[in-house]
């Protein structure tokens, strides 16, 4: 079975600073994992994905993740905050490779302090 | 291009009262989702169709809950009848099928119900 946990509800961090919004998974298998971004009443945006290549993934906006295995995390990063950045995230794992069987998890809230 | 399309964008209904949501995916998609999302909480999956048939259709509360996907391209979701308790975001994606995995999923702005 696999799931999700987003470690932070909310996290709030000034605009121009760093940002890292923590996840960790449980995956019986070798997972993908994906984060999405949901701006308050848009669709779910597809930030970046990971499929078993780089552990190192950069995605859009200035975001990046790195897959490490022995401690089955997938934290998001960006290096300078932005008030357009304020919205929730949500950590994704699927055992299928890709879109089958995806679970999110709670997401987390960015708030950008100006 | 368009992305997955959605219809309505906020329905409020009466409770016991039927509701039907729609999705036109985006085109060349084969594999089409509805999630239920509920407020502060994360997307779960109700059924995933692969082309018209329904290949993963677990979660859905069959008792009140049904979803037909003819001719393998838009969607319907519908509750008959609906409980105060349905009040949530109702989200379609899509994605494309390559050799048996899919790529990521595309999502829809969601339609909003609420059951008074």
């Known amino acids: 079975a696999q799931s999700v946990t987003q470690l932070d509800s909310h996290v709030s961090v000034s605009e121009g600073t760093p940002v890292l919004l923590r996840c960790n998974y449980s995956?019986?298998?070798?997972?993908?994992l994906f984060w999405y971004v949901q701006h308050p009443n848009k669709g779910l945006q597809l930030l970046l994905k990971?499929?078993?290549?780089?552990?190192l993934v950069k995605g859009i906006n200035g975001f990046e993740a790195e897959f490490k295995k022995s401690e089955t995390s997938f934290h998001l990063t960006k290096p300078s905050a932005h008030m357009s950045d304020a919205a929730e995230y949500f950590c994704v794992v699927s055992e299928g490779g890709g879109a089958d069987g995806l679970t999110f998890g709670k997401g987390t809230h960015l708030i950008i302090q100006p | 291009e368009a992305g997955v399309v959605q219809s309505p964008r906020y329905k409020i209904i009466e409770k016991k009262q039927p509701v039907a949501f729609w999705c036109n995916p985006i085109?060349?998609?084969?594999?089409l989702y509805w999630y239920l999302q509920n407020l502060g909480q994360g997307p779960e999956l109700l059924i995933r169709y692969e082309n018209e048939e329904a290949v993963d259709d677990s979660q859905l509360p069959k008792d009140r809950f049904s979803a037909e996907r003819l001719k393998g391209v838009d969607s319907t979701l519908k509750i008959q009848p609906a409980e105060l308790g349905d009040s949530a975001v109702y989200l379609c994606?899509?994605?494309?099928?390559?050799?048996?995995?899919?790529?990521?999923?595309?999502f829809g702005q969601g339609t909003r119900l609420t059951v008074v």
């Open positions: 085109s060349g998609h084969n594999t």
């Open positions: 994606a899509s994605s494309l099928a390559v050799g048996p995995t899919n790529t990521e999923a595309f």
């Open positions: 990971y499929t078993s290549a780089a552990t």
């Open positions: 995956s019986s298998y070798s997972p993908s």
